[in-house]
């Protein structure tokens, strides 16, 4: 679903506006961005403080879901199997000595976040890739290192959110694809869907992230993605991150929402509100929402088993080439 134009002056958008204004305000919150649409026709665009309405974020965990939808597109060619030992695509980053358990991680397990890795034991391989990537180390490098160390649990056996398994799963497109990450991403998922304002970060704190949380989008954009994303069975997706805060979500009644703020507050629960308050005004059915991992992790996403992520074909002759310069942040 391709969203159109916005609906201008609409009762529930202004609604779901103050509403978040008003929560912004509470908390202190100098600037953000909010996109709504229903049934695919946007009836929110809109900046807060000096941010405009298609302001460019750094959307952190809420990459995770893109990067998955790139795996997809891939599964549907015929190209990745979701029953894939994940590893064994990418061998390079594999050592002699290892867990043995790490040959029966899928693609499937990585995207359903069961391969393994439990961020809550401490100096173990989730340690060792978030401090990594603030030190600015490459994939590739993190992704030796975590190979090396055992695994927290069985892959399959649970699921716990994880940072390692989006890592793999964009060095695994890139390996498959043939592309870099971002351009395999840009010309299958971003370019079909009309997010112009979608691309990895060039700053290396954030883009060193890579699949995991490396992206900038605006909120439009995230809307663009998450109504395609919903229709395929892919649920709704937060991200907590040192800039700020961004979520984006997509409910069975039709509503599609992205926000993103340039700061997180030190207490209470900004985001539950937040959502509370948009969803709230916008009578939506569906409350209390919350998204896949828990307050300040972050997310990845709820698989369907049934359906895949089918983005618009790409037509070279529809679809011309897209050049991405690095937006600005506007805060």
């Known amino acids: 679903m391709i969203c159109l134009p916005v609906w201008a002056g609409t009762p529930e958008g202004a609604g779901?506006?103050?509403?978040?204004?008003?929560?912004?305000?509470?908390?202190?919150?100098?600037?953000?961005?909010?996109?709504?649409?229903?049934?695919?026709?946007?009836?929110?665009?809109?900046?807060?403080?000096?941010?405009?309405?298609?302001?460019?974020?750094?959307?952190?965990?809420?990459?995770?879901?893109?990067?998955?939808?790139a795996a997809m597109v891939l599964v549907g060619e015929g190209r990745l199997r979701l029953d894939e030992p994940a590893w064994a695509i990418v061998p390079?980053?594999?050592?002699?000595?290892?867990?043995?358990?790490?040959?029966?991680?899928t693609v499937r397990d990585l995207i359903e976040h069961s391969g393994g890795w439990d961020r809550t034991a401490a100096g173990r391989g989730e340690d060792v890739v978030?401090?990594?990537?603030?030190?600015?180390?490459?994939?590739?490098?993190?992704?030796?290192?975590?190979?090396?160390?055992?695994?927290?649990?069985g892959p399959g056996s649970r699921r716990q959110y994880s940072n390692v398994g989006a890592l793999l799963l964009g060095a695994i497109?890139?390996?498959?694809?043939?592309?870099?990450?971002?351009?395999?991403?840009r010309e299958r998922v971003l370019a079909p869907l009309g997010m112009g304002r979608t691309g990895l970060s060039s700053t290396?704190?954030?883009?060193?992230?890579?699949?995991?949380?490396?992206?900038?989008?605006?909120?439009?954009?995230?809307?663009?993605?998450?109504?395609?994303?919903?229709?395929?069975?892919?649920?709704?997706?937060?991200?907590?991150?040192?800039?700020?805060?961004?979520?984006?979500?997509?409910?069975?009644?039709?509503?599609?929402v992205a926000w993103a703020v340039d700061s997180s507050p030190a207490d209470g629960d900004f985001r539950a509100e937040a959502q509370e308050a948009i969803l709230a005004a916008m009578g939506s059915r569906e409350r209390g929402v919350e998204a896949n991992a828990g307050p300040g992790e972050g997310a990845g996403m709820r698989r369907s088993r049934t359906?895949?992520?089918?983005?618009?074909?790409?037509?070279?002759?529809?679809?011309?080439?897209?050049?991405?310069k690095k937006p600005s942040i506007r805060r």
């Open 16 to 69: 779901a506006e103050r509403a978040f204004a008003g929560v912004l305000a509470k908390y202190g919150i100098s600037g953000g961005a909010l996109a709504i649409a229903r049934d695919g026709q946007f009836v929110v665009t809109r900046g807060f403080g000096r941010a405009s309405g298609d302001a460019v974020f750094p959307i952190a965990s809420c990459s995770k879901p893109i990067t998955v939808a």
């Open 92 to 105: 390079e980053f594999v050592p002699w000595r290892r867990d043995s358990r790490l040959d029966l991680i």
């Open 130 to 153: 978030e401090e990594a990537m603030r030190a600015g180390r490459t994939t590739g490098q993190i992704l030796r290192e975590i190979a090396g160390k055992p695994l927290d649990f």
């Open 173 to 185: 497109v890139e390996k498959v694809s043939g592309q870099a990450y971002e351009a395999f991403v």
């Open 204 to 256: 290396a704190a954030v883009g060193q992230w890579g699949g995991a949380a490396g992206l900038l989008a605006s909120m439009p954009d995230l809307v663009r993605f998450v109504n395609r994303a919903g229709e395929a069975g892919l649920a709704q997706s937060g991200a907590l991150h040192d800039h700020g805060l961004a979520w984006m979500y997509r409910g069975v009644d039709g509503i599609s």
């Open 307 to 324: 359906k895949k992520f089918k983005p618009p074909v790409y037509n070279p002759r529809k679809h011309r080439p897209m050049v991405y």
